[in-house]
């Protein structure tokens, strides 16, 4: 059977399955499978060897341990003391509490790598005592949709780490690269809700926030932001590897929340346990489901002939990156994060590698754009939750949303357009 073909088939059926409502994992693995047993003859053991080959890797041990040290920061109460530093921070600015959402947002996505995560954690949180405030609800659940997403491009992210795996760049370089850009997107979000606070002329209530509030929230909160400068200055100085630094958190975030905090105890241990085991065994499913996809691409020539494809429209780098992001874009509407990387990475990859285009400053936009897709429907995990937090209709919050997502593909254009925003931090540190 030809490589056109194959193609066709694959992701004919892929894309037939996902729009009646199918599995992911079902609607990659089961053309996976077909297309192995009859149009590359490949046998069923093959098939095995080649799903588990994705996650064996020491790299990706790194997954399930950034699961359980996030579910631990949610349970144990970090999200509430930094969601009240961040209040004293930035509460007194224009758009008030909407400033302190997008910071203690990045506050936690960078201490969990997990933009859902960040949206249930953060939003149920902020979004009840916002509204009781006076915000208007969608507008308050939009902008906690937008603003989860840098909890996947803020270090450490899981989907940087799948990343890295999967294309053999530097786990560490990458968590390096994602401070700048995802400083850049808060900022971003913050302009945004400057401008639509003042546009909206939305009347809110709000508390005079002394020195001393400032001084005993930022003491309260210096265990939970120690975090990550543990685990990024561990891994650049070549303590530990992502992987042990995945072990570092768990550890220190347990203890912290256990004997500091004392927010952990027999009662809720087993939300968290079960809550991790959960959520590693979905993402694992599903990359074992994409790396057989992934393989089947590269075996079977498909990835070249789809590279080819788009090489062959445009040999300039700035429009070939602009290409991808619509083509990340879009499959971000659909496709879950970790899934969209490993099918997406081998099509792409000798392309980006071809133009001469670094694979750190491409990771970035790629992890961005699929960021950006977890808040735009039809998939739009991020606004779901929001919604439901917010006690509103999914429409409702999708109107509240756009100020927001314009912001976030405004910041996704210049990260695509500057390299140094990805690349600047890296190399002045010597990653």
């Not at 509204?131 to 939009?142: E, F, S, T």
């Not at 694979?359 to 735009?376: E, K, Q, R």
């Not at 429907?377 to 209709?393: C, D, H, L, R």
């Not at 409702?396 to 910041?411: N, W």
């Amino acid at each position: 059977m030809s490589t056109p073909i194959i193609c066709i088939l694959l992701f004919g059926a892929m894309l037939l399955l996902l729009y009646f409502n199918c599995p992911l994992v079902v609607a990659i693995g089961l053309p996976t499978a077909g297309i192995m047993f009859t149009a590359a003859g490949v046998a069923m053991p093959s098939l095995a060897q080649k799903s588990l080959s994705s996650i064996d890797s020491f790299t990706m041990m790194a997954v399930p341990l950034f699961m359980f040290a996030g579910k631990i920061m949610e349970v144990g109460g970090l999200s509430r003391r930094i969601v009240r530093m961040a209040d004293c921070l930035v509460g007194w600015i224009s758009g008030g509490l909407g400033h302190v959402l997008i910071v203690a947002s990045a506050f936690f996505g960078a201490l969990t790598g997990s933009a859902v995560a960040t949206c249930a954690a953060i939003g149920s949180t902020l979004i009840p005592e916002m509204k009781v405030k006076g915000y208007p609800a969608g507008w308050v659940a939009g902008l906690q949709s937008v603003a989860a997403s840098l909890g996947v491009l803020i270090p450490p992210s899981i989907p940087l780490i799948i990343y890295g795996v999967s294309t053999g760049t530097s786990v560490g370089k990458l968590f390096i690269a994602g401070i700048v850009p995802g400083c850049f997107l808060a900022f971003c979000l913050m302009v945004a809700v400057f401008i639509t606070f003042r546009k909206k002329k939305i009347q809110v209530t709000r508390e005079v926030i002394t020195g001393k509030a400032l001084f005993y929230s930022f003491l309260e909160a210096i265990p939970a932001l120690i975090m990550p400068v543990i685990i990024l200055g561990g891994i650049y100085t070549g303590v530990f590897t992502p992987s042990e630094a995945g072990a570092v958190a768990c550890t220190y975030g347990f203890l912290i929340c256990t004997f500091f905090y004392k927010e952990i105890n027999r009662e809720n241990i087993h939300e968290i346990i079960g809550g991790a085991v959960t959520n590693t065994a979905f993402c694992m499913i599903i990359v074992t489901a994409s790396g057989a996809f992934s393989w089947l691409l590269v075996m079977t020539g498909a990835s070249d002939l789809l590279g080819s494809s788009i090489t062959a429209i445009s040999v300039n780098q700035l429009v070939f990156l602009l290409m991808a992001n619509v083509i990340l874009l879009f499959m971000g509407m659909f496709i879950e994060t970790i899934c969209a990387i490993l099918i997406v990475t081998p099509i792409l990859m000798p392309t980006v590698l071809t133009l001469g285009i670094d694979p750190v400053h491409f990771g970035i936009i790629m992890v961005a754009n699929l960021a950006l897709g977890l808040t735009t429907p039809p998939v739009g995990e991020n606004q779901y939750i929001a919604a439901k937090i917010a006690g509103i209709t999914f429409e409702e919050e999708l109107r509240g949303s756009v100020p927001f997502l314009i912001a976030g593909y405004a910041a996704l254009i210049l990260i695509t357009a500057i390299p140094g925003l990805s690349t600047w931090l890296p190399e002045l540190l010597q990653v």
